[in-house]
C-alpha cells in the first residue's frame, strides 16, 4: 500500500519585525515587551531583541516572553551594527525599529504597517509619544546640517489630528519598508552608536519619500530609563565619526569636519577623544 504524501503548508511570513536593540535597560525592556504582546496582530509579529552586552540581567526577560528571538552580543556593537544584524535576518517586509523606553498602544503597530502599506510615498511611519502624563514627549528633531550638527529634541506644540510628513522622528518608533533598508545597502557601518536614525531619515528625503507621523498609532516614552552612559570619550569620538560620514555623504566637508575635531581635541587636551579620532574608533564592538 502506498503512503499518501500529505503536504506541508508553509506559515505564512510575519507582517512587520519588531527591532529592540537594548542595553542595561531591564525594566524598560520588560515594560516594553510587554505591551507589544497586548498587540492587536501579535500573531503577525516577528520580535528580535538584539541586547548589547547587558550586565544588568536583562537576558533572563527571554523566559518570560516566548514570541521573541533575543540576540545576546559580547561586546557593546553600538546600535549601528545590533540593528542591521537584526535586519539581516528579519522575515518581514516591513521593519519596526522600536527603543526599549516606549510601550506601545495594543493598535498602534498594525496602524502603522497599514498606512505604510497602503500610501505608496510614504516610506515609512512614526508612532505619535507621549509623556507618562500625556504631553507630547521630546522625541523629534531637525535634520543636521553642516551649522547645526547636534539638533536638540523637542516636542511638538500639541498632538496631531491627522497623519502629516515630519523630517526626523528618529527610531523611537519607526516602521519602514524593508526594501527601502535594502536600497539604502542597508545602515552605513561606518557610523557606530550614534548618526544612523539621521541617515535613515536624510535617505528617505533624499529619495522624495514621506515618514509620516501617525496618530492612531500612540505610545508612551519613559526617557528616563536611557541606557547608562557610555566612556564620554569614546562617545566623543563616535559622533564625530559619524558628524564627518554624514556629512560627506550628504553635505561634503566630511574630511575637514576630521581635521577639525582632531586638532580642536589636540588643542584642549582632551587627549582621548584624540587618540579615538586619529584610530577612527567609534562605539562598534572593536572598543576595549
Known sequence: MEETLVPQVQPDPPRVTVIIVTRNQALALRRC??????????????????DNASTDGSNVIQDDF????????????????????AIRSSLAESILFLDPR????????????????????AAAASAVLTTPEGTPARVMRKL???DDLRP???ALSALPDEPGPVDFPGVFALLIRKPFLKG??????????????????????????????????????????AAP????????????QGAATYLSKHHGGGLGRRITAALGALGTLKLGLFSNLISGQKIDGSQE
Not at 552612559?229 to 564625530?240: K, N, T, V
Open 102 to 121: 516606549v510601550e506601545l498602544a495594543a493598535e498602534a503597530v498594525a496602524e502603522l504597517a497599514a498606512v505604510v502599506s497602503q500610501e505608496s510615498n
Open 152 to 154: 536638540s529634541f523637542f
Open 33 to 50: 515587551l510587554s505591551a507589544l504582546h497586548l498587540s492587536t496582530i501579535l500573531d503577525q509579529i516577528e520580535i528580535i531583541v538584539v
Open 184 to 225: 539604502m545597502n542597508f545602515l552605513d557601518l561606518r557610523y557606530g552608536e550614534l548618526w544612523a536614525d539621521a541617515e535613515i531619515a536624510a535617505q528617505v528625503r533624499r529619495a522624495d519619500r514621506k515618514i509620516l507621523l501617525l496618530p492612531s498609532a500612540k505610545g508612551v516614552f519613559h526617557e528616563g530609563d
Open 229 to 240: 552612559a557610555l566612556h564620554p570619550a569614546l562617545l566623543a569620538a563616535d559622533f564625530e
Open 66 to 85: 516566548e514570541k521573541i528571538t533575543y540576540l545576546k552580543l559580547p561586546k557593546n556593537f553600538g546600535w549601528t551594527k545590533a540593528a542591521n544584524i
Open 144 to 146: 543636521p546640517v553642516p
